[in-house]
C-alpha cells in the first residue's frame, strides 16, 4: 500500500545552466508542493501504514526549512553566494542546483534518512519512502525514486554538505534536528516522548 502527504513552501531560486534565459539568470521563486510517498505490506496498530500524525513534526520541518527561503547552489559564483547569505535570513545551500529534480533527491534523501533513524513504536513494519514529487508549477513537477536519489550521475548529495542558515535551525521544533541527522542519532515518534 502506498500513503502520500502533501507539503507546501515558497521558495526562490536560480538555477544556473538551464536553457531558459530568466530562470538561469534571475532569482525568482515558486509555490513549491511536495508529495511524500511511503509504501508498505503492513499496518500498523491503528491500521494505518503510517500515522500522517507523525509526519506534522520532524518530516514537516526538514520540508518546510525550504519555507520563505532562497535555495543556493554551492558551486555558484562566490560573491553571490555571499550577498544572498548576507540579504537573506532563511536559506539553504546545496551541493546540486536547486531544479525541481534535484529538490526532490535532496528532499528524498533527507527524509529517508530521518526514517532509517526514527524508532516505531506503534506496530509500524517495513515503512519505506516510496518517492519524492515536487511540483514546482501547477502543470510541471519531478518524482524522485530510491535510485535517482543515490545516482552518482545525477550528481551526490552528501547531507553534510547541505547547509542551513540559523534562522532555519531556530525555526525547528527540534533545535538539533539537523545535528542529530548527520550524527546518525536515533528519534523517537513524537506521539511516544
Known sequence: MIIRKLFKFENAHVVRGCSTVKCRSSVHGHS????????SNFLDNGQMV???????????????????????????????????????ARW???PVSPSAEQFSRVIFVMIDKLLSLTSKVNGEREVKLHSVIVHE??????QCFKDDAYS?????????????????????????????????ESFLNPSSV
Open 152 to 184: 552518482k550521475e545525477m550528481g551526490n548529495i552528501d547531507l553534510h554538505e547541505i547547509s542551513f542558515s540559523k534562522q532555519i535551525h531556530t525555526d525547528f521544533k527540534d533545535a538539533r534536528l539537523w545535528e542529530k541527522i548527520l550524527q546518525e
Open 137 to 142: 508549477t501547477d502543470t510541471g513537477y519531478a
Open 50 to 88: 503510517y500515522d500522517f500524525g507523525l509526519m506534522k513534526q520532524n518530516m514537516k520541518d526538514l520540508v518546510e526549512s525550504f519555507d520563505h527561503a532562497i535555495a543556493l547552489w554551492s558551486g555558484d559564483d562566490k560573491e553571490y553566494l555571499e550577498a544572498m547569505k548576507k540579504h537573506s
Open 32 to 39: 513549491y508542493k511536495v508529495e511524500l510517498l511511503f509504501e
Open 92 to 94: 539553504v545551500e546545496l
